[in-house]
């Protein structure tokens, strides 16, 4: 679970918070080493999860939502979300209409466009830091752990929870405390460049803590111009 934690708070703030939606700002020497912490615990290519995480916000459950539990089902969206990211990402028009801002360079070429080559070296060092078997055992917790929980934020997040903005996601401050703060999915999507995520008293964003850690160690930088509120909040009580 440790590694999925690395995981989780890499994909919120790196993936999530700075490439898809340039809330933050990060030094390159840091935002190396989150190249390197997701190509090995996930084998993502950023540039298509920015992609495909932009045109869900472009089309919010309505038709051409890469993945709505309102479309699709949440259990679909739950359990098969990785391949909904992968077939939208691959489709040949995506990445290009919505990442035109981060092009490939030639680290992606040699390392981390190779998403198999990454996930390999990260299973291997779990094999040489926990022996072969409980490296294996580890990577296979992570893995299924990884899947399930980013699917919760996409299919969980907008199906349950409290909305305090009249969008149509949801917040879940206990599937947050699992995912670094996604679970704030209604907040992020009523003020998607804010990189704190949560935005009323009580709320909890894991995600915040480790951006405020690295603002005050001068190595990461908040957009100054992000709104706070997209939309005045409504109170809406759980469905």
């Known amino acids: ?7 989780m708070f890499s994909t919120t703030v790196f993936l999530h918070r700075c490439a898809a939606h340039r809330a933050l700002t990060i030094a390159a020497p840091v935002r190396l080493v989150f190249r390197v912490l997701i190509w090995l615990t996930t084998g993502i290519k950023p540039r298509e999860w920015a992609a495909v995480h932009r045109k869900h916000h472009a089309f919010t459950d309505v038709d051409g939502d890469p993945h709505s539990p309102l479309l699709l089902s949440l259990w ?47 299973i291997g060092i779990l094999c040489l830091s926990l022996g072969w078997e409980w490296g294996l055992i580890a990577s296979a917790i992570h893995a299924v752990s990884y899947l399930l929980l980013n699917g919760a934020v996409n299919a969980f997040g907008h199906v349950v929870g409290t909305q305090p903005y009249p969008n149509t996601s949801h917040n879940l401050q206990s599937l947050a405390f699992l995912v670094a703060g996604e679970g704030l999915h209604n ?53």
Not at 1 to 7: E, F, K, N, S, T
Not at 103 to 108: E, M, N, T, Y
Not at 109 to 117: C, K, N, S, V
Request: hydrophobic share 50%; net charge positive.
């Open 76 to 122: 679909r969206v739950e359990f098969t979300n990785a391949l909904l990211y992968r077939r939208v990402a691959r489709d040949g028009v995506t990445v290009g209409r919505y990442a035109r801002d981060l092009p490939p360079d030639r680290l992606d070429q040699l390392f981390f466009d190779h998403a198999f080559l990454g996930l390999g070296l990260g």
């Open 187 to 239: 907040n992020h999507h009523a003020a998607p460049t804010s990189a704190k995520l949560a935005l009323n008293p009580g709320e909890i964003d894991p995600g915040w803590w480790l951006i405020r850690m690295l603002v005050r160690c001068h190595v990461a930088a908040v957009r100054l111009d992000a709104p706070v509120f997209k939309m005045a909040p409504k109170a809406v009580p759980i469905s």
């Open 1 to 7: 679970m440790a590694v999925c934690q690395i995981a």
